[in-house]
Nanobody, 125 residues
């Protein structure tokens, strides 16, 4: 059974930092690319960053480049998202995703098979 469990969200002031974590079941973690998505109220789910199974290839949305860093710890089967210089536009539910379907557009929700339940990030000005 595929399990993805996010943590690390919470309230933070603009300019602050947070680190999100996503623990995956071992089989899911070792074989697959993984990603972070987010969904703000009234908006669709958008890709934030993704990383290949080896942790060598990373992609970022333009809106977070230079501020967010995606990484993975093989020893812990855990995906991370380090977020810095947060602003109110980063307020959203953040989701962990695993296993690409089509290997076409990583930033599209439909291209991923498995999802966590999300962790809320709220940035106040």
């Amino acid at each position: 059974q595929v399990k993805l469990l996010e943590s690390g969200g919470g309230p933070v002031q603009a300019g602050g930092s947070l680190q999100l974590a996503c623990v995956a079941s071992t089989d899911t973690y070792t074989r697959n690319s993984m990603a972070w998505f987010r969904q703000a109220p009234g908006k669709g789910r958008e890709g934030v960053a993704d990383i290949d199974s080896l942790g060598t290839i990373k992609n970022y949305a333009d809106s977070v480049k230079g501020r967010f860093t995606i990484s993975r710890d093989h020893s812990k089967s855990t995906l991370y998202l380090q977020m810095k210089s947060l602003n109110p536009d980063d307020t959203a539910m953040y989701y962990c995703a695993a296993q690409r379907k089509y290997a076409q557009n990583w930033y599209e929700e439909a291209d991923w098979n498995y999802w966590g339940q999300g962790t809320q990030v709220t940035v106040s000005s």
